[in-house]
């Protein structure tokens, strides 16, 4: 009985800590849980002897939390989009198979690279931890998916106040949900724009051999020329800003802070 216990023990753990850390988060704010949350998988991990069953509780971990955490994907789908509540579950499945892959890395990395009980394993989970998070920053462009669900259930009156008044699925999208949601877009579009920055800056300097500032940055590493590199730096830097200050403030001003949808801005 003990062993069949531990066999299970840290797929359980993983199953657990994906609740409690998707509790931590929008729409249900317990922010207390957000430290404690990865103990047990931590715990449950730093024993573990099979690397399979550090990727099956990975994958379990990231299932539960993103299950938890994204049920306005149904929402959105059988309410705007007219499709059965089936599908709905089907979609929120599917979006927590794909970004479960990321705490499975984690999971499996973790087992693999140090002998059960050993230190090692707690002391490269955070850094294991931080290294996916980065990697889907920047393959999903940072889009804050259970950050959307605070713009849905933080305005419920907005919605059913639509409803009453016989806003249809086409209003209430656009001057409803829509506007709810902005803020949190324009938040995953300003962190999208920074890591597709960081990747234009690294194109052009293998694209394009000849001239750039990609190419201007490489040429002053080669030559020692910290002149030239810091000039190149500051026309990234400023290339940055305007685009912050012309682009996503002008929309922002248009859009959040005209509606008022801007905690302690004026409209």
């Not at 999971?107 to 955070?126: E, I, K, Q, Y």
């Not at 490489?218 to 305007?242: H, S, W």
Request: charged letters at 10%; hydrophobic letters at 55%.
């Amino acid at each position: 009985m003990t062993g069949r216990f531990t066999a299970w023990r840290t797929l359980a753990a993983a199953v657990g800590s994906g609740v409690l850390f998707a509790l931590a988060f929008p729409p249900y704010e317990l922010p207390l849980l957000a430290p404690l949350a990865l103990v047990p998988w931590i715990a449950a991990l730093a024993t573990e002897e099979k690397r399979w069953r550090g990727l099956v509780s990975g994958v379990l971990f990231g299932l539960t939390y993103w299950c938890v955490s994204i049920p306005w994907i149904h929402y959105v789908v059988t309410t705007f989009g007219g499709q059965s509540k089936t599908l709905g579950v089907l979609s929120v499945g599917i979006l927590a198979s794909i970004l479960a892959q990321w705490p499975a890395a984690v999971g499996w990395a973790t087992v693999a690279v140090a002998p059960r009980n050993s230190r090692l394993r707690l002391a490269v989970f955070p850094v294991l931890w931080l290294a996916v998070e980065h990697g889907r920053a920047n393959v999903y462009g940072g889009f804050p998916w259970n950050l959307t669900a605070e713009a849905l259930y933080r305005h419920p009156v907005w919605i059913q106040s639509a409803s009453v008044m016989g806003a249809g699925r086409t209003a209430m999208f656009r001057k409803v949900i829509w506007p709810a949601a902005l803020p949190y877009v324009l938040t995953g579009a300003r962190l999208a724009f920074g890591r597709a920055w960081i990747g234009v800056i690294g194109g052009e300097l293998l694209a394009s051999p000849q001239s750039g500032l990609g190419e201007i940055i490489f040429n002053a590493k080669e030559f020692l020329n910290a002149g030239d590199m810091i000039a190149a730096l500051i026309v990234i830097g400023i290339l940055g800003l305007c685009f912050e200050r012309f682009v996503f403030q002008i929309i922002e001003a248009a859009t959040i802070r005209k509606w008022g949808m801007v905690s302690g801005v004026r409209p």
